[in-house]
């Protein structure tokens, strides 16, 4: 299929092939017209017209032969040594390829332009384009979307199901609540969820005063007045009450303390005692053992992908606003850095001279082969199309330059005939 740039060349090709065979088509014509007029006219002046528009198509005829055995057979006749290009792309990719390795991918000839790469201002420019950010942004997102979706839900359940696997056998679960528990009394937390109890245990008590009497009547024995169960219900009630209130107002209330110490010394029994960490090791196998923890990571899973798959394609994604607050930081950041700019520089520099200089064979290899694999006619048109003009030039000037030539030797030949 011709591109545009393609019908542009062959135009330009036609062109100048016209311009090249047009002077040696008016050069044969004053050869035989001054030949001609020699037959009948002894003007000096013809003589050397004459000698000039012959071997002007002596010249126009080799490098025409020259030019065109170059990319096809002269005529159409199958002359050894013409059609070169088709009939050698092997040796040509060949020996294009060792030039290129040799004379461009050398560490002399690409240094100059490794020391040159500034990769850190590249980044910083194109990453600060607010434009180039939302399509990378968008493309890492789409990446990660199809990661997601086309992921083997049966490895990554077994990924998840193993390392939770590995780290509840790491974990001390004693450790772990008695870590909890400390942390919780180191916050005061405690004293909050006590005065919660406290305060909904009062109104209980107070709402409930009528409930306290009937058990007070029930317990009670049959020969005690009712209005004396009435007054022990209320005494327990008001008094339980008092009592409640004062440990809600009291920080200092012995039953805080009694508490307190309680929970310090429930820690201290879960991390050190033997007891505690039995139990909780039977617990951590339960878990471990049985299809509990494959079901688990299983829908940890699920939902996990699920999650990421309906942020990724919500108009406001969450991920996507994180990537772009990302980028824009560590743009500000190696803006700022300027030794990081150096190492990235550096790094960059080394590893791009170290992978051109490890990988110069298999460049000279892909052009080789690429040569090589081309059809020989398409490889001579290609190489026509790109260089075919300029090559007519040297048609146009063997023309002028074989006819100046054979000017210069019918001069000569005419002084020594005068001597």
């Known amino acids: 299929m011709n591109t545009e740039s393609d019908l542009t060349k062959s135009a330009q090709l036609r062109k100048h092939k016209i311009i090249a065979t047009g002077l040696f088509l008016l050069m044969a014509a004053i050869y035989v017209l001054s030949a001609w007029l020699l037959k009948n006219h002894s003007y000096t002046w013809l003589g050397y017209l004459k000698a000039f528009s012959e071997a002007a198509m002596v010249g126009a005829l080799a490098d025409w032969f020259a030019v065109t055995a170059l990319f096809h057979h002269p005529l159409g006749i199958p002359i050894p040594h013409t059609n070169l290009i088709e009939n050698r792309k092997k040796s040509i990719g060949d020996n294009l390829g060792g030039f290129v390795v040799s004379n461009f991918l050398n560490a002399a000839t690409i240094r100059p332009y490794i020391r040159k790469l500034n990769i850190s201002t590249l980044l910083i420019q194109w990453l600060g384009s607010e434009k180039n950010t939302g399509i990378l942004v968008t493309e890492i997102s789409r990446i990660a979307k199809d990661v997601i979706q086309n992921a083997d839900d049966k490895a990554v359940t077994g990924f998840i199901s193993n390392k939770s696997k590995e780290l509840l056998q790491e974990i001390k679960l004693n450790e772990v609540l008695a870590s909890g528990l400390d942390i919780i009394m180191k916050r005061g937390d405690q004293a909050r969820i006590l005065d919660y109890l406290v305060n909904k245990l009062r109104n209980y008590v107070t709402d409930n005063e009528a409930m306290v009497r009937e058990r007070v009547k029930k317990e009670s024995h049959f020969l005690i007045p009712g209005f004396v169960d009435n007054m022990i219900a209320s005494k327990i009630t008001n008094g339980l009450a008092r009592y409640l209130h ?8 012995k039953i805080r303390h009694e508490v307190n110490e309680q929970l310090t010394q429930f820690i201290n029994d879960v991390r050190t005692s033997p007891k ?10 339960m878990i471990l053992s ?36 990302t980028l824009l930081e560590m743009v500000t950041n190696l803006k700022q850095d300027e030794a990081m700019q150096h190492k990235l520089n550096a790094w960059v520099r080394q590893q791009a001279y170290k992978y051109i200089l490890q990988n110069t064979k298999k460049a000279g290899e892909l052009i080789s082969h690429t040569v090589g694999n081309w059809e020989g006619k398409e ?22 330059v074989g006819g100046l030539v054979g000017l210069v030797i019918y001069t000569i030949t005419k002084l020594i005939e005068h001597l």
């Open 276 to 285: 505690w960490q039995q139990e909780l090791q039977e617990i951590k196998d």
């Open 290 to 325: 049985g299809d509990k923890i494959q079901q688990y990571a299983s829908s940890i899973w699920k939902h996990l992908q699920a999650g990421i798959i309906n942020d990724l394609e919500a108009q406001e994604s969450a991920i996507q606003l994180y990537l772009k607050k």
């Open 379 to 400: 490889l001579s048109n290609k190489l026509e199309l790109e260089v075919g003009k300029d090559l007519q030039f040297i048609r146009i000037n063997g023309t002028l």
């Open 246 to 253: 004062e440990i809600e107002t009291n920080p200092n209330h």
